[in-house]
């Protein structure tokens, strides 16, 4: 549904591996609704739809009715920059997906502990967005869902410290499959020559340090892996993610792994995050060219 109306901008079936494709008018705040008989409904917000672009959105989990009633969340706040939980941080939950405003439905008793661990319990079966936020940090927000009579946990948030006017944040998180994903990103420097910033250049010396800086690397799954662009030129900068796990796959052995891997690149300024990318689903090949 386009913002503001109740009307449906389009509707369609997904097909048999879970996927859908809606063409509608662009325009910014549509709502997705997501039903099938015996599950429990899941509404995504706050789509935008760019002309002549496909817009992906994150997997959506939906929830089969024997798993209604009500159950418990926790999961781990994590610095985007040192990859280490973040204590002290106050985490709330709207109804749905992608839900960044509107009415908070449930708040953690306490704020993440030492660790950065947070716990909701007592909470209806559905999908939700978590938003975590405290002094000295962006709001982030991620997806949660809740399963009646269980605890899940590790669903987990990555928040990023706040960024000074001119600098933007490239945060990468995504599944358990596979183990590691590598961000690459490109961009101009003043002499009309380009950068290419990339995992080696965390481990041995960055030539481009004032320009740019890859802040953290992770090769063990779910990310983060963070790349902060500290002054801005213009030109194009591109960012891909390349599947280093299974780089060896080929069009006869191919992988789906990274396109199945959930990844996410959330991208921040000093305003907080401005942009939300979700990997393309059910596709080989192990580059998933992001933006330029």
């Known amino acids: 549904m386009p913002a503001g109306s109740l009307d449906p901008a389009a509707q369609t079936d997904t097909i048999a591996d879970g996927s859908f494709a809606l063409i509608v008018p662009p325009a910014g705040g549509y709502t997705v609704i997501f039903t099938k008989e015996g599950y429990l409904p899941a509404t995504y917000f706050e789509i935008s739809a760019a002309a002549n672009q496909t817009t992906y959105i994150e997997a959506v989990l939906q929830i089969d009715a024997t798993h ?5 969340i926790g999961g781990t706040i994590i610095n985007a ?12 939950l709207r109804e749905g997906l992608n839900a960044t405003s509107g009415t908070v439905v449930a708040t953690a008793p306490l704020p993440t502990d030492g660790a950065g661990h947070y ?5 209806p079966a559905g999908n939700y967005t978590a938003c975590a936020y405290g002094d000295g940090y962006h709001s982030t927000f991620f997806s949660v869902v809740c399963l009646g009579g269980l605890m899940i946990d590790n ?5 990023t410290p706040i960024l000074p006017p001119g600098q933007t944040r490239l945060v990468l998180t995504w599944g358990e499959v596979p183990a590691d994903l590598d961000s ?3 961009g101009p420097l003043p002499d009309g020559t380009r950068f290419w910033l990339f ?22 799954s779910f990310g983060p892996e963070t790349t902060t662009i500290l002054l801005q030129i213009d030109g194009v900068y591109r960012f891909t993610v390349h599947d280093f796990t299974n780089g060896n796959a080929t069009a006869q052995s191919p992988s789906f792994a990274l396109s199945n891997s959930g990844a996410l690149v959330r991208v921040y300024r000093d305003e907080g995050l401005v942009a939300k990318f979700a ?3 059910n596709r080989s090949g192990t580059l998933w060219a992001v933006f330029d």
């Open 68 to 72: 209604a009633g009500i159950g418990s």
């Open 81 to 92: 920059l040192t990859g280490e939980g973040v204590p002290g941080l106050a985490v709330e």
């Open 279 to 281: 990997v393309p689903p």
């Open 184 to 186: 690459h990103l490109t």
């Open 155 to 159: 669903q987990d948030g990555t928040i």
């Open 119 to 123: 716990s909701i319990t007592d909470l």
């Open 199 to 220: 995992y080696y250049y965390l481990y041995h010396p960055n030539p481009w340090a004032l320009y740019v800086s890859l802040d953290h690397d992770d090769t063990t």
